[in-house]
């Protein structure tokens, strides 16, 4: 199983990025995906998921902001962060989980300068 991630960067602040998670390697057909970060001396926090039939969620730091989307058919998930803030700094992961496995994606750099 394979998730791979891209489309960090460095952005200024008030800018946008696009974060892309390919995930392959077996079928995720029923599986939820997902966002998390690790900022500098913090541990890694949730960000936004989406469920298979594609209920979202946030955290609140980001409501507003962000919005998650998935293409199922290319077992593919977004991440569009819009207004993004020197705070949105971090490590970038995605995930893909079911009620009994949990993956994990590569990390990809999010730095937003001031």
């Known amino acids: 199983v394979q998730l791979q991630a891209s489309g960090g960067g460095l952005v200024q602040a008030g800018g946008s990025l696009r974060l892309s998670c390919a995930a392959s390697?077996?079928?995720?057909?029923?599986?939820?995906m997902g966002w998390f970060r690790e900022a500098p001396g913090k541990e890694r926090s949730f960000v936004a998921a989406?469920?298979?039939?594609?209920?979202?969620y946030y955290t609140d730091s980001v409501k507003g902001r962000f919005n998650i989307s998935r293409v199922n058919a290319n077992n593919t998930v977004y991440l569009q962060m819009n207004s993004l803030k020197p705070e949105d700094t971090a490590v970038y992961y995605c995930s893909a989980y079911s009620s009994a496995y949990y993956y994990w994606g590569q990390g990809t750099q999010v730095t937003v300068s001031s």
């Open positions: 989406i469920s298979w039939s594609g209920g979202t």
């Open positions: 390697g077996r079928s995720f057909i029923g599986y939820a």
